[in-house]
């Protein structure tokens, strides 16, 4: 018998962390690494939101532990958050605190699915969604868009998708790892797609204010679809908050109940100064935040430029958040040396290994044939990192 449970070995590793692990370990020998593997925003958190955590520190109230499902001043702060910026109806018995939005993904699916439940995923999809899925038993079905429809997949799709087993569809918008944004009349076509179903809706939008279309669209801001929607969202990406680790979300009070109670077994209430931070950034102006979302706009424009200058790379604009994810499988079956390209994983490690730039593969995403890039990075590292990667690509044969 072995120590390790099955249901761990099952689990991949996240890729992200992976290559950024692999990339640190080369940093340590020395190799000058330019990391655009993790999304992680650059910038520093801002100087209000520092200053409410000091002031949470030095007020000596919040040193026990908080409450389970968050701090009920925050939980109302979130709620109205909700209510006013995305429409959605909510109050604070529907918000949940948790670790980081990864710990709301996690409580939900843990709280939602049965064994062999299907969960539709929009695909390409964030790394951690189909093993979350697996590890609360369930099974991911992957609904794929294409490059010509900005990775988007449509609501036909859907519809041919679900079966009597679908328990639930996740998506994220923007979208990690394409940068796509659903506009509100997709939205709206996939929503009518699941009328007459009990198919609950889990709404990733962590990167709400990374939106370069102008508009921003929650599903669960549809009055048909109030009661079936699951929102998930964070300070991480628009606060520049990632070490922070709160996420949140605006449930039905049944799913909210359930989130509470299986947080309140793994890890009880969020970092309470971490809180009383996330307070101060969802209360406060967002002129850091537009100003941050202005930066990555500009990146996304020179990066764009720079990529589509790039042999063989299939390259479309994203439209939110700071990634792009070209189509890379022209490069499969090239090869320098001893070394072979086949398949996306072989091309980030030859890029990482060459051109000691990190990416991430699209395997670990849903689509093997591209890999992603993250331009949360100075303008002198992006233009540097791609000149490498061009550089190392013209070495394949």
């Known amino acids: 018998m072995g120590l390790i449970s099955q249901r761990l070995e099952a689990m991949e ?52 532990y908080p409450p389970v499902p968050g701090y009920p001043d925050l939980r109302e702060a979130i709620a109205k958050k909700f209510t006013e910026e995305n429409s959605i109806p909510s109050q604070a018995a529907n918000v949940v605190v948790s670790t980081g939005a990864k710990q709301s993904l996690a409580n939900i699916f843990m709280s939602i699915i049965n064994p062999r439940d299907e969960v539709i995923v929009l695909s390409p999809y964030w790394v951690s969604y189909a093993d979350l899925i697996q590890v609360a038993e369930g099974k991911p079905v992957l609904v794929k868009g294409t490059i010509e429809n900005d990775f988007k997949a449509t609501a036909a799709q859907v519809a041919a998708a679900i079966t009597p087993k679908t328990k639930a569809l996740i998506y994220s918008s923007p979208c990690n790892p394409t940068g796509s944004v659903f506009t509100h009349e997709e939205l709206k076509a996939i929503a009518d797609v699941l009328q007459g179903n009990d198919i609950v809706v889990i709404a990733d939008e962590i990167y709400e204010h990374i939106n370069f279309t102008g508009k921003h669209v929650s599903m669960g801001s549809f009055p048909e679809m109030k009661d079936r929607v699951i929102t998930v969202n964070g300070v991480a990406k628009g606060f520049a908050m990632t070490g922070w680790r709160i996420g949140y979300i605006s449930a039905p009070l049944t799913i909210a109940k359930a989130c509470s109670k299986i947080q309140g077994q793994f890890t009880s209430g969020a970092n309470s100064i971490a809180q009383r931070a996330t307070l101060a950034a969802i209360t406060s102006d967002l002129a850091p935040t537009r100003k941050m979302a202005t930066e990555y706009l500009k990146r996304r424009a020179l990066v764009h430029d720079l990529l589509v ?3 063989g790379f299939k390259v479309n604009m994203p439209t939110g958040a700071f990634y792009f994810f070209p189509e890379v499988s022209s490069y499969y079956g090239t090869s320098v040396g001893d070394y072979k390209i086949n398949n996306a994983s072989d091309l980030c490690m ?31 590292d992006l233009k540097e990192a791609i000149s490498r990667i061009k550089s190392a690509l013209e070495k394949l044969s």
């Open 13 to 64: 590793e996240s890729a992200t962390i992976a290559m950024a692990q692999k990339a640190r370990e080369l940093k340590s020998q020395g190799v000058d690494v330019i990391s655009l593997s993790l999304g992680e925003p650059d910038f520093k958190t801002p100087d209000h939101i520092q200053k409410a955590a000091k002031e949470a520190i030095d007020s000596g109230k919040y040193f026990g």
């Open 350 to 380: 030859y890029l990482l290994n060459e051109a000691h730039v990190s990416l991430v593969t699209g395997e670990a995403f849903g689509s093997p044939e591209c890999i992603r890039l993250s331009y949360a990075a100075s303008e002198s």
């Open 309 to 311: 200058e790039i042999p």
